[in-house]
Nanobody, 124 residues
Framework: QVQLVESGGGLVQTGDSLRLSCTAS????????MAWFRQTPENERELVATIARNGISTYYEDFAKGRFTISRDNARNLLDLQMNNIISEDTGVYLC?????????????????WGLGTQVTVSS
């Protein structure tokens, strides 16, 4: 059993920065890969970035490269997403995901625990 709760969303303008956080609880010792996904009114759920348990190996979708940074602190059970140079297309619900299995971490189906999401709204 793992519980994930996101925070940090809000209303921002293009060019702003925002930091999202995800707090994990429960059997956090079982968590392997973690990731941020987002869901927008226009698109289906899509991967933003994923990070391995060691906190070193990461993967970013093209739209996030150079703008977003994913990080984790296993001792504090935290997963963060630093969002810089925000654009209108970043609007959406950002969801924290975790897997307790050994996976590649690039696909939503690989994650067996999810938060409810935090809303990011970008005005231009």
């Amino acid at each position: 059993q793992v519980q994930l709760v996101e925070s940090g969303g809000g209303l921002v303008q293009t060019g702003d920065s925002l930091r999202l956080s995800c707090t994990a609880s429960g059997r956090t010792d079982k968590i392997d890969a973690m990731a941020w996904f987002r869901q927008t009114p226009e698109n289906e759920r899509e991967l933003v970035a994923t990070i391995a348990r060691n906190g070193i190996s990461t993967y970013y979708e093209d739209f996030a490269k150079g703008r977003f940074t994913i990080s984790r602190d296993n001792a504090r059970n935290l997963l963060d997403l630093q969002m810089n140079n925000i654009i209108s297309e970043d609007t959406g619900v950002y969801l924290c995901a975790a897997s307790t299995r050994v996976v590649l971490g690039l696909y939503a189906a690989e994650y067996n625990y999810w938060g409810l999401g935090t809303q990011v709204t970008v005005s231009s």
